[in-house]
């Protein structure tokens, strides 16, 4: 009897312990994060500014810090959501209006236009502790907006 109630307090006690994982933040049932969109428009900047310089390379003075930007605000908002970019197909490759210079970057400015008025609201809706980074993301796209003029 004595080892059939050890038995059962044992069982007992594990049980509680296997439904932990009910509150796992890393399980596959996870929400999506509110900044996913964010991290997601910051890495097709990235390649969308790094498809313009290849497609002509007299930019790349002026483009590369701006790609570098978006890929590292990108990186650290992945960091901040505490998961790697979903997997799946891969993007497309970001199209970029062929012709001259002044309308690459006019598509750029649109894009970045978009993108820092997506960093503001996301800004105005987040908690505290997000709202640092994310408004330092919306001011880089503003600064972004003004090297492309």
Request: hydrophobic share 45%; aromatic share 0%.
């Amino acid at each position: 009897m004595l080892r059939t109630g050890a038995l059962l307090a044992v069982g007992v006690a594990a049980v509680p312990l296997t439904g932990c994982d009910l509150l796992d933040r890393d399980g596959p049932d996870r929400p999506p994060d509110p900044l996913e969109p964010l991290a997601g428009e910051s890495r097709a900047l990235a390649d969308r500014y790094r498809a313009a310089i290849a497609a002509d390379p007299g930019l790349a003075d002026r483009l590369t810090p701006i790609a570098d930007a978006h890929a590292a605000h990108a990186e650290e908002l992945r960091r901040l959501i505490g998961r790697p970019a979903p997997s799946g197909p891969a993007t497309p490759e970001p199209t970029v209006a062929a012709g001259a210079p002044a309308t690459v970057l006019a598509g750029l400015r649109a894009a970045e236009q978009n993108g820092r008025d997506n960093a503001a609201k996301a800004c105005a809706d987040a908690p505290g502790d997000r709202a640092a980074l994310l408004g330092s993301i919306a001011a880089a796209r503003a600064t972004h907006l003004e090297a492309l003029k």
